[in-house]
């Protein structure tokens, strides 16, 4: 068969299945639109393409019927239906593992909250009967919770650790027969075809990891959207529609639709009744992409931008940032785990963002040689970083409860670059996934899920208990690195 054929202006892809595979797979050939009229980008495709599909091949030849047949009763002891399609194709075998993984986040969640309300009635219960032995109230509530949180504590940790072993088991043995990965992505395919138009961005502007991430974020949508394999190749009606649809897109996505490209995730949330993107969001991966062009032409390597001409989306009003009030902070730390849970970097996140009004970003940035003493006083030395701004670059001293809760003590022993232990995203950016998590956090377990109420509401906390402290505004400026705004009288930060 022949691989690679003309069907009017585009190549397409074709390869026969081989014999044996035919009954299972229920087809004859594979067939994949390359969606170019280049024979060179074609000619890349198809090879990429080829060795897809002899992996796929030496795959499905070495697939053992008893994985296949412990993924399904796997499966079926969790009372998670099989998909339609089998656990070998990746449309069933996504749709599998999505669904282990939302029962487990119900369980995971479920749990929680069962817990919460056991140990509540439990506490009841064992004050009122002992009663009568412990006479002092105090001691009797503290006996109770020591019944609790002791052997009986342990047993539903261990009861609960064996579920949460089945998921991640059923998780495992999905995964162990799930198909190889396909290989056409624009993002890998740019490399393969020497378009230097980001390289040359990268090199004249330097960026953060985190710019850099989100940048090529945005070009790879714009590519995935226009079906170009460079983005040389891009044009502007590529550009308008590019935008239209990024106005479709999804707040949050689930875990088996991250690996979707940008056409597919389109049409998978279409009509559905969902919280899409902010028009910040559309307007900052319109900035992004454009500025690859901006750079492109006064470097010389493209005559004009596809972005010549086209408007720029009007932002919409975006959500005003509160602050926590003081009866909302004591909930957040009377909230499990900050309440009584270890003293990680969850806790510690919270606890230095409310004592300092540092951002987030800069928090997940730290390494225990960040922490320094000079003259008696204790601070985070932010000098080295490249932050938000220039002057974001400052010394932040550390608040006295937090050194007599044992901050420095427990940052001496942390991994010496990664002083929170949070991992970085796809971007780079070692505060991405923190933000997701603390921010769900906040609004599904502490029950904040106001939309102004986010952990950057306590840098907003901070300058506010700072002016009631009666500090003066040049020095908690300068300790959160604030640049004074003034607006018919009025100070804003």
């Known amino acids: 068969m022949k691989k690679l054929t003309l069907r009017g202006k585009n190549y397409s892809y074709q390869r026969a299945v081989p014999t044996d595979l035919q009954e299972r797979l229920g087809k004859r050939k594979w067939s994949i639109a390359l969606k170019t009229d280049s024979l060179k980008i074609a000619t890349i495709a198809a090879q990429r393409w080829d060795s897809h599909f002899d992996e796929e091949i030496a795959r499905l030849r070495s697939i053992d019927r008893e994985d296949l047949m412990n993924a ?209 969001t559309v307007q900052k991966r319109f900035n992004l992409a454009q500025a690859i062009y901006s750079n492109a032409v006064r470097s010389g390597l493209l005559e004009f931008s596809p972005f010549d001409g086209i408007r720029t989306p009007s932002t919409k009003p975006t959500v005003d940032r509160m602050s926590f009030s003081v009866p909302q902070i004591r909930r957040i730390f009377a909230t499990e785990p900050l309440a009584s849970g270890p003293r990680d970097g969850f806790f510690w996140c919270f606890a230095l963002a409310l004592s300092s009004g540092m951002r987030l970003g800069e928090i997940c940035l730290l390494k225990p040689s960040d922490i320094a003493t000079l003259n008696g006083i204790s601070f985070i030395d932010l000098t080295g970083y490249k932050l938000k701004t220039n002057s974001s670059r400052r010394r932040v001293p550390i608040h006295q409860d937090l050194i007599d809760a044992g901050f420095l003590s427990w940052a001496e022993k942390q991994p010496k670059d990664n002083l929170m232990g949070f991992k970085a995203d796809s971007k780079g950016s070692t505060s991405g996934l923190a933000s997701k998590k603390f921010n769900r956090w906040l609004s599904e377990t502490v029950g904040l899920d106001e939309r102004e109420l986010v952990f950057h509401s306590f840098r907003h906390t901070f300058k506010d208990l700072c002016r009631e402290a009666g500090i003066a505004s040049d020095v908690h400026d300068r300790l959160t690195e604030v640049v004074p705004v003034f607006r018919t009288g009025q100070r804003l930060i």
């Open 72 to 280: 399904e009763v796997a499966l079926a002891s969790l009372g998670v239906a099989l998909p339609p399609k089998p656990l070998f194709t990746a449309d069933g075998n996504a749709e599998a593992r999505e669904e282990v993984e939302t029962a487990l986040e119900d369980f995971e969640a479920d749990t929680h909250d069962e817990r919460a309300e056991s140990r509540s009635e439990f506490l009841k219960m064992a004050r009122r009967g002992l009663a009568e032995i412990i006479p002092d109230q105090r001691a009797r509530k503290r006996k109770a919770r020591e019944l609790f949180d002791g052997p009986l504590k342990k047993m539903a940790d261990d009861e609960i650790s064996i579920q949460r072993n089945r998921y991640k088991t059923a998780l495992e043995q999905v995964s162990a027969v799930a198909p190889v990965e396909a290989p056409i992505d624009n993002k890998r395919l740019r490399a393969a075809l020497e378009s230097d138009l980001f390289d040359a961005w990268v090199q004249t502007r330097q960026p953060t990891e985190q710019t850099k991430g989100d940048t090529e974020l945005a070009t790879r949508q714009l590519l995935e959207f226009s079906g170009k394999y460079d983005l040389a190749q891009v044009a502007k009606e590529d550009v308008t529609g590019w935008v239209k649809a990024l106005y479709q897109l999804p707040k949050r996505l689930k875990r088996g639709d991250k690996d979707l490209v940008f056409p597919q995730i389109i049409k998978r949330y279409e009509g559905r009744d969902i919280v899409r993107v902010s028009s910040k």
